[in-house]
């Protein structure tokens, strides 16, 4: 089983519990759906884990998961899960992935009506329920019914197979409807929340909060965007909308008072979340969207700002990006949140494509150089480096790719001479062949700077192999950085297998970078990995692998991820003065 068969599992688990008795299971279903989250976002297969004895390095998966995780690497099944899961029906999963319906719910209708088979489920319930089936139930009614119509009809309008956003693709979206929002006099604050405002890879729907002292007035103006579709709900506080992209946008408002309150309760992931609530009951206290109540006088205190509600539990204000019970809780409770990088402590970067045609292997950049550093003095840099691929190999000669090189960095002195202000990096991204070489020799390399050093091709090697590659591809000493590292395309490509371990400690004993890829698709190293390989105190670099000069503003994203990763400017290479860079690369 791969890892998002076994999440699956985990969180099939956690619902039977749910169904079963949910007070009794408190923990267990805790455990299980944590256990999940973990795993799905795991880079490590769960089976190669077990073939190498390390399933205990899995974050959150106690002894007792892991014997069960153990087995069904060695049998295939789990005896007690097959157990648990003996009476709740297929049928019930399906009917979870709808918003207003939980566990006991979608097992009392499956069970009430026999609905056996998963696929067809949602089709099934929908024509019960407009038959006035449902309402005739006990613990129903016509309210619930109209309910469960409207909720399957969205679920079948809002494409279920369509692939998640990307979060570049998402803030945008997301940035576009708050420019509009903040034309409605009565927004008093705006944020995206949710997996949005940590800054995910890839985003779902799009929710925002606003503060206001009058919702009437700014859900009229939410339900006019320009760009919507359908409207979906409108309540007095909230409203959901389709927007003309398919994608749906739901709002909530509160006022200002508390609406700090609002703002932590549906940012942090559901971990987070649960972690701070057993912590506040320690202290008498419950936590909620609208503030704090207290049990000793069972008043509720409003809190304006986050910063303010994460004091009154002890603890450091936690930035959006690092709330997913990683640890980050406890670093507050301590107050030593590290100060995370911002895009302004980017002096410049090094991987950027031109358009000049040293007859690459891959893709050649559309503008030239010139362009290119005015774009980079427009963004404040110190420095550039440009790193078109590397030649052709199969179509060039040893002589002919150190003879292209030479050309180039001829045309780069002459062309860049006069540029005030930026100054230039000769580098270049150079493929890792299969058998581990660098696709130029050491004669044409002895031209550049440094190289940067990628995989583009033979993603499906085992794993062994695939780490032995890249280490003997970073072990030339022109090779700096490690770029888009993991090889995976957003919605695309899967990363390639790797012992990210081993190739940790190898950069950590050998001055080698990793690459923080800003690309949209890439976004890459992948922020677990990040936050992985700032255990061993690597030093990365953040990119965006420009191949025009407008995808230089993409930088964000890779500071998202970077932030995401809890690194720091000191973590990170082009933070550095030009003077410092060099060297850097020089050692």
């Not at 809780?329 to 002096?347: F, G, M, N, R, T």
């Amino acid at each position: 089983m791969n890892n998002k068969s076994i999440a699956n599992l985990l969180n099939k688990v956690a619902v039977a519990y749910s169904i079963k008795d949910e007070k009794k299971f408190r923990f267990q279903i805790l455990a299980y759906q944590k256990a999940a989250d973990v795993i799905s976002n795991e880079v490590r297969e769960v089976s190669d884990l077990y073939k190498e004895n390390k399933l205990n390095t899995i974050p959150g998966v106690g002894a007792s998961l892991q014997k069960h995780l153990e087995e069904l690497c060695k049998t295939g099944h789990v005896y007690q899960y097959e157990t648990v899961l003996k009476d709740i029906p297929e049928a019930v999963f399906p009917l979870l992935d709808l918003p207003t319906i939980g566990p006991k719910t979608a097992f009392k209708l499956v069970s009430a009506f026999k609905l056996k088979d998963p696929t067809t489920v949602l089709k099934d319930l929908l024509e019960i329920a407009k038959a006035g089936r449902i309402a005739q139930m006990e613990g129903f009614g016509e309210k619930s019914q109209s309910e469960i119509i409207k909720t399957i009809e969205q679920a079948n309008l809002i494409d279920k197979a369509a692939e998640r956003m990307t979060l570049p693709f998402a803030s945008q979206m997301a940035d576009q409807l708050i420019e509009y929002m903040r034309k409605c006099k009565d927004v008093k604050e705006i944020y995206t929340l949710g997996s949005l405002r940590r800054r995910m890879e890839t985003i779902g729907d799009i929710d925002i909060a606003v503060a206001t002292d009058n919702a009437t007035s700014v859900l009229d103006h939410f339900v006019n965007y320009p760009y919507k579709s359908r409207l979906l709900d409108k309540g007095d506080v909230s409203a959901s909308i389709l927007a003309s992209n398919g994608r749906r946008v739901d709002i909530k408002t509160q006022s200002a008072q508390s609406f700090g309150a609002m703002l932590q309760h549906f940012t942090g992931n559901k971990e987070h979340n649960v972690h701070l609530r057993e912590i506040a009951i320690k202290k008498g206290m419950s936590l909620s969207e609208k503030g704090i109540k207290f049990s000793n006088t069972g008043k509720i205190k409003e809190y304006k700002t986050e910063k303010e509600l994460y004091q009154a539990l002890g603890m450091q204000w936690i930035p959006p990006e690092m709330r997913e019970d990683a640890g980050e809780i406890e670093l507050a409770q301590k107050h030593a949140i590290p100060h995370l990088v911002e895009l302004k402590d980017i002096k410049g970067e090094f991987h950027i494509h031109s358009s000049f045609n040293i007859e690459p292997s891959h893709d050649l950049g559309i503008n030239d150089f010139s362009t290119m550093l005015k774009k980079a003095k427009e963004l404040n840099y110190k420095y550039l480096g440009f790193s078109e691929h590397n030649p052709s190999v199969s179509k060039h000669t040893s002589e002919d790719i150190y003879k292209l090189i030479k050309m180039r960095n001829t045309y780069l002195d002459n062309s860049c001479s006069n540029t005030i202000g930026v100054r230039v990096l000769n580098l270049l991204e150079t493929d890792i062949l299969t058998d581990g070489r660098l696709a130029i020799d050491d004669k044409s390399l002895s031209l550049l700077d440094a190289s940067i050093v990628s995989i583009h091709s033979s993603f499906q090697m085992d794993k062994e192999t695939m780490t032995n590659r890249i280490i003997k591809g970073l072990s030339n000493p022109k090779a700096k950085i490690l770029a888009h590292p993991t090889g995976r395309i957003i919605n695309s490509r899967p990363g390639y297998q790797a012992d990210w371990d081993k190739i940790f400690r190898y950069c950590q004993q050998n001055n080698k970078a990793l690459e923080i890829n800003a690309y949209p698709t890439r976004l890459d190293l992948i922020s677990n990995l990040v936050r992985k390989a700032r255990e061993y105190k690597l030093k990365f670099t953040i990119d965006t692998d420009s191949h025009a000069v407008d995808q230089m503003n993409l930088m964000q994203y890779g500071v998202d991820v970077a932030r995401k990763g809890w690194l720091t400017r000191n973590d990170i290479i082009n933070c550095l003065d030009y003077q410092d860079v060099i060297k850097w690369m020089s050692k």
